[in-house]
Every structure is written in C-alpha cells, then in structure tokens.
C-alpha cells in the first residue's frame, strides 16, 4: 500500500503565493512520476503539472509561467509553488504518483487533496 499526503493549502488573496507538498510513503520500489490535479466545484479534475522520473515536466496552459513543480526523488516527495494566484485557482489540489510497488507491478495513487481559495 501506498499513502500520499499533501499539505500546504489555505486562503490567500489574489497575486499571492502557496506552496503544497506531498510525501509518498508505504510499499514503493520506485515512483515513475508525481504530480498534482485540481477540481473546481462543479468540474471535473485536471491536471496542473507533472514531473516524471527524468525531470521532464509539463503544465496546464493555464499555470504556465505561474506555477514551478518541483520534486526530490530520495524523500520520496513534490511540491508545487504558486504564484500570481488567481481566484480561478480556486480549487481542491490532489496529489498524484505513479507508484511502481515492485519490479513488475506499478499503480496510480491519489492523496486525499487539500483546498486552496484564492479571495479578497
């Protein structure tokens, strides 16, 4: 089994900064890739940014140049660092790892998301 825990959400005004992270931890051989989704009510959940094992990483158009994931392979985490918040940003954030378990069998895990509000 794998856990995921975030951490790092709250209020903040429009133009502000949050950091989230999260920890993977449990039964990990290796993670292939870690990243973060958000769900706005009433919508379905998206992704924000990814980055995979390598380094490589990708991002929503929509947080292109606002938003840096970042990732430490040794503890096992990734963090996201927002800037120039914006109340469309508004969201619960979920963390997301492709986790392989062993040599030969890998799987998605989710963490339970935490809530980020962008208002004045």
């Known amino acids: 089994q794998v856990q995921l825990v975030e951490s790092g959400g709250g209020l903040v005004q429009p133009g502000g900064s949050l950091r989230l992270s999260c920890a993977a931890s449990?039964?990990?051989?290796?993670?292939?890739?870690m990243g973060w989704y958000h769900q706005a009510p009433g919508k379905q959940r998206e992704l924000v940014a990814r980055?995979?094992?390598?380094?490589?990483?990708n991002y929503a158009d929509s947080v292109k140049g606002r938003f840096t994931i970042s990732r430490d392979n040794a503890k096992n985490t990734v963090s996201l660092q927002m800037n120039s918040l914006k109340p469309e940003d508004t969201a619960v954030y979920y963390c997301?790892?492709?986790?392989?378990?062993?040599?030969?069998?890998?799987?998605?895990?989710w963490g339970k998301g935490t809530l980020v509000t962008v208002s004045s």
């Open positions: 997301n790892a492709d986790v392989n378990t062993n040599k030969f069998i890998a799987g998605l895990y």
């Open positions: 980055i995979r094992s390598d380094g490589s990483m």
């Open positions: 449990g039964n990990i051989f290796s993670i292939n890739s």
